[in-house]
Structures are given as C-alpha cells and as structure tokens.
C-alpha cells in the first residue's frame, strides 16, 4: 500500500497531478488522481504531501491523492457501500467536505448526499443504510458554526481564480474564467461548492497549459 506520496509537484492537470519522489533527474514520477480542492492546493516546482490510496484492477493500477489522512479514510470507507467506486467516493469527498459526509450519513439526509453529481436518491439511501453504524463520532452541528451551502462570492471567486493559476493559467485568464462562472449562476440560489465552481472553470478555458 502506497500510504502517502512526497516530492516535487512536476505538472499540474483536471483531474491529476505529477509528483516526483526521486528528487530530481532520474527520478520517479506518480500520477495521482486528485479532486479539484485538493488540486488548488498544489503549485508546479514546490514540496507537496498527498495522502494516497491505491485502487487495483485487472487492468490498472491507479493512485488517489487526498489533503489528509480523513479524507483518504472516508474515500476508503465510501467505496464499501454498494454501489460508490472509486470515482464516485472522490467526487463526493470533493464536493461535501469530510464532516458534512459523517453528519450527512448520521441523520439520512439524502438531499444533501445527492448534491453530489453522480449520487442519486438510491445510491443516497443504500450509503446511509450501509455506512450509518460505521462512519464513527459525528460532531454535532451548531448552527452559529454551520457553513452556508455555497461560499460566499468573494471566497470563491479568489479560490477558483487561484486554483487556475496553479494549473497554469495566467491570472487574466483565471480573472475571465472566474467572471464567466459567476454569470452562470441563479440568481437567489446557493452558490456551489468551490470544487464544482473550479471544474466549470475549466472547462470554460479548455485543457490545462
């Protein structure tokens, strides 16, 4: 088992980033599949610590990378629900922090398990049925501390804009990308989680530099 990857982030994509653990020339690279907060954490040319998880197939072997050790945790325990691969484990922990998956499982609440694209009302309800007595302590909600259900426009707009320039982007074209996301959104409605403002980012200028 692959626990944690340290070393040199080389080359930032979408969806992974390159991390070379030999130091230099002659070194070894891993690919690791990251979701987009994490990804905005990393800047190519500097250290970074990802807290990895190895998924194996008959036809691959593929590494997943996490900010820290309970999000990798939960990533591990959501995949033994039926139904959540991989994929779909990473994605929801992209889009629901930690706490908000445990709380969410704790109480069955569905509605906020299904804003995760991907995670309809059955895969919702059989989760709850099967990681329920299994997600471990809960800390329980105080509504003064309760985060809003999207980030406030400010935060976003300087997260997202920051997370491109670490994918390569140019901070002009991260200014316009950001501008493009924010006049896609409802009026009166929660804003999305970063991760999700992030990816529609992307896909608005295209493939990474």
């Not at 653990?21 to 690919?31: E, M, P, Q, R």
């Not at 990681?131 to 976003?156: F, H, T």
């Amino acid at each position: 088992m692959i626990s944690t990857v340290r070393g040199q982030v080389t080359a930032l994509g979408p969806n992974q980033a390159i991390v070379d653990i030999g130091g230099g020339s002659g070194g070894l690279g891993f690919a690791v599949q990251c979701a987009p907060g994490t990804l905005a954490k990393l800047r190519v040319g500097t250290d970074a610590t990802l807290h990895t998880s190895l998924v194996v197939r008959e036809d691959s072997l593929t590494l997943y990378g996490f900010s820290d050790a309970e999000e990798r945790g939960l990533f591990e325990l959501l995949q033994t629900a039926s139904g959540v691969g991989p994929k779909l484990a990473q994605a929801i922990i992209g889009v629901l922090d930690p706490t908000t998956v445990r709380r969410a499982l704790a109480t069955k609440d569905i509605p906020t398990l299904t804003r995760v694209p991907g995670v309809g009302k059955k895969v919702a309800e059989r989760m709850v049925l099967e990681l329920k007595e299994r997600i471990g302590p809960v800390p329980v909600a105080d509504r003064a501390d309760e985060p809003a259900a999207g980030a406030p426009a400010a935060a976003w707009q300087e997260q997202v804009a920051q997370g491109l320039v670490g994918l390569g982007w140019s901070a002009k074209d991260a200014s316009t990308a950001v501008s493009a996301v924010a006049g896609t959104l409802p009026d009166g409605e929660p804003t999305p989680a970063v991760p999700v403002l992030l990816k529609q980012a992307i896909r608005h200028l295209g493939r990474p530099r």
